[in-house]
T-cell receptor, first 112, second 115 residues
Framework: TQLLEQSPQFLSIQEGENLTVYCNSS?????LQWYRQEPGEGPVLLVT???GGEVKKLKRLTFQFGDARKDSSLHITAAQPGDTGLYLC????????????WGLGTSLAVNP | DAGVIQSPRHEVTEMGQEVTLRCKPI?????LFWYRQTMMRGLELLIY????????DSGMPEDRFSAKMPNASFSTLKIQPSEPRDSAVYFC?????????????FGQGTRLTVV
């Protein structure tokens, strides 16, 4: 059973388009992290959200944590080829946020 | 800092052989994690250490897998005997425990192929 469901699984778009990827769960998390992983590399942290309804922006990337802290979304504006990669969400539980629960990821390809 | 260093980057071995993966965490970090990544199952936490002590090894698939952390700057993950279904990318990550919602820093991984 995958506790964190990410959608879509694959996404291929043209440079300049906007996109949103989702991370959903029936469980409540104390924190939610988004990572990006490039081929041949390990995941790299993009952002951590901890408060229900929280919105964080990182240049063209906007992250939102659901009000009930069960889901999150990542929106990319005017995607660029450098945004290509695997986007992973990981949830931390209260009392043990070192043991992250990981989604399977959304594989994004941005074509020039 | 050079980041988390893993070796080897690639390992091809025959079924039944022993495999040892190595990890050097970031200096000053006190938590270390071993993950396995496959297309089907994504990232799976195998085991994590805090201050060199194994805290949770519930993700270790079976007795063929073992992990050690003899000191703060080195850890190994051993598979003996290896099987084709162990083929995956194995990641080591480290973090500083003591802050809420700490960032995990990953190494580049070891791609293991068991034939």
């Amino acid at each position: 059973t995958q506790l964190l469901e990410q959608s879509p699984q694959f996404l291929s778009i043209q440079e300049g388009e906007n996109l949103t990827v989702y991370c959903n769960s029936s469980s409540v998390f104390s924190s939610l992290q988004w990572y990006r992983q490039e081929p041949g590399e390990g995941p790299v942290l993009l952002v951590t959200v901890v408060t229900g309804g929280e919105v964080k922006k990182l240049k063209r990337l906007t992250f939102q944590f659901g009000d009930a802290r069960k889901d999150s979304s990542l929106h990319i504006t005017a995607a660029q080829p450098g945004d290509t990669g695997l986007y992973l969400c990981a949830g931390g539980r209260a009392g043990n946020n070192r043991k992250l629960i990981w989604g399977l990821g959304t594989s994004l390809a941005v074509n020039p | 800092d050079a980041g988390v260093i893993q070796s080897p980057r690639h390992e091809v071995t025959e079924m039944g052989q022993e495999v040892t993966l190595r990890c050097k965490p970031i200096s000053g970090h006190n938590s270390l994690f071993w993950y396995r990544q496959t297309m089907m199952r994504g990232l799976e936490l195998l085991i994590y250490f805090n201050n060199n002590v194994p805290i949770d090894d519930s993700g270790m698939p079976e007795d063929r897998f073992s992990a050690k952390m003899p000191n703060a700057s080195f850890s190994t993950l051993k598979i003996q005997p290896s099987e084709p279904r162990d083929s995956a990318v194995y990641f080591c990550a480290s973090s500083y425990w003591g802050q809420l919602n700490t960032e995990a820093f990953f190494g580049q991984g070891t791609r293991l192929t068991v034939v």
